[in-house]
């Protein structure tokens, strides 16, 4: 009896795993792609109830790259050779943008509303490019899901475009051109790919794949059995696309990027770089490329330091199982292993480029040679890592011999699990979330907090008010805050940040704070062998820039030329924290007000230099 109803129980569990097993390879089967709008809203619920009260990472993104959208679409259409609003007039090869396909959102949308809809679009490619990608190379529906949303959750900074997340979709275009099937769409990705992932970011990395690529496909067919006459007739036929698309997006490069090719590679700039002052810091070959390997680098974050070790047992495993094979298996191993020996080359070339004698040789040199930064090489990580889990994952489920389905799905949630769970902690998602929660009060500086629009505003109305001067009139400088935070409210400023403005500026600029560098060297060395932040720089503040307004802070002793300034065409000095009044009248500014609002991260004392 008791047999009959366990033998029964056994039957009932075996039809339910029938049945469930059946649904996952039926859903693998499926098109899964429409998955990207549950995930959108999940990703931007937190984002939509804050409002402009959401965190976004301010370095390198809200303080710089963001006004390269900003200033670019001012003056679209217009030909003009400057941007008047920061740095006394920045070349307009310093600002140059990331995406190009981004610039019309700043023309026709207010700043936050632009950036938003530029995150979105950023976040649907992360996905669509990442499940399309896993998907065909696969051909698995799920695991291209699990892969794309991984993927759209990194915390990257959508001020680069599609400079990280375009990755898997170039290699969808151009694996589809080399089977020769939806060539149309394959175009269209190939210039959406060029007009929005920055050439000097992911977009030479992506040109030297594919060149690789095809050096790859004539040696393949040149050592193959058949005929010469039969192998130029198999290259023709098959491949025409792949190389002709290849010349395709170089070409698109180049079209995209000629006042660039102009600037720093033909020296018809107009003007010499301060980047010909930068001194570039070298470091150990192994200690670099181990820690790249690992870890990625900046502005291109992979967390994928947990997929490593399974990756690499799931490469040997399956190579002493190779003769078990089917052919399907061999080719996901095959490019398993490829771009596992992409990554090391990878890390080894950063290692390179980072190394002493190479950088020593760099800061030797002048013009492209000496800011071209080759070492980038890696933003190309967060694709190849999550088509590399994409591809293991495969192997585990598609060839697991005796091993259940659903221990093979346990094995792939083992490898899985670690690298969501630190993706998800690691988040702009999981930032927003606790802000929200928390009703704004855990000490995130948020896009209101930074850029004060209202406070802004304020001094804007009290200035016209009492001189009937518009912004473009006069000329401002910040102190203790980021210069970014006026130039979003529309006020000229002689400091700011650019990865590429005159010399001769910075040279004039650093005379401003000349005696402030001297009493800190280390920001005497941050600026003099960097200097992209043109900011005024002090010995009581050094470099923080987020003074809040209940600090208990003042300037004491500081010590500004001034005269300098004026000279530079500054009227107004904007300071987070007050110059004490001695101070003050020594530097010769005159304080016309101090402004603030009930909710304002900010105080600020506006000073008119005599």
Known sequence: MEKGIKKESISKLHIAYQKIDSFIHKLDEMPLAYLVFPLLALALYYYIRLGKNCVFEINDQLDETLFTYVLNAKYMFQNVREYPELLGGVPTGGMTVSSWIFVPLYRILPV?????????IVMATAFLGMYLCVKELTD??????????????????PVYGLSIVGGPLIFFAFLCIYKEKHLILSHILIWYFALGANLV??????????????????????????????????????????YFCTLELLIAYILINLSLFRELILGNGGYVSHRE???????DFWNSAKEVFLHSAQHAPSLHEKLILPILIIIILYGFL???????CRNIYIWLVTIFVVNLLVALFYGFCQSNPVVDFRNSVGGFLHYFSAYRVYWIYPTSWYVSLGLAATLVWKKHGKCPDVLAGMLILVMMVPVAWNIRQNSNWILNKSQYKNNCSVGLMSWKDYFAEDLMAEIRDAIRKETGM?????RIASLGMCPAVPLEAGFYCIDGYSNNYSLEYKHQFREIIAKELDKCPDMRVYFDDWGSRCYLFTQESQNYYYLKKDADFQYQNLELNTEKMKELGCDYLFSAAEIVPENAERLGLTLQGVYDTEDSYYRIWVYKIK
């Open 470 to 474: 518009e912004q473009s009139e006069y």
């Open 322 to 328: 190779w003769k078990r094979l089917d052919r399907n």
């Open 112 to 120: 936050f509303q632009a950036f938003m809809v530029q995150f979105v």
């Open 201 to 242: 970011l992911l977009g030479y990395v992506a040109l030297g794949l594919a060149v690789c690529a095809d050096i790859w496909i004539v040696i393949r067919w040149y050592f193959s059995d058949r005929k010469k006459d039969e192998i130029e007739a198999e290259i023709k036929k098959r491949n025409k696309h792949f």
């Open 277 to 283: 002052e930068m001194v570039v810091a070298g470091g």
């Open 140 to 157: 698995s529906s799920i695991l291209g899901v699990i892969c794309g949303t991984m993927f759209m959750f990194l915390p990257y900074q």
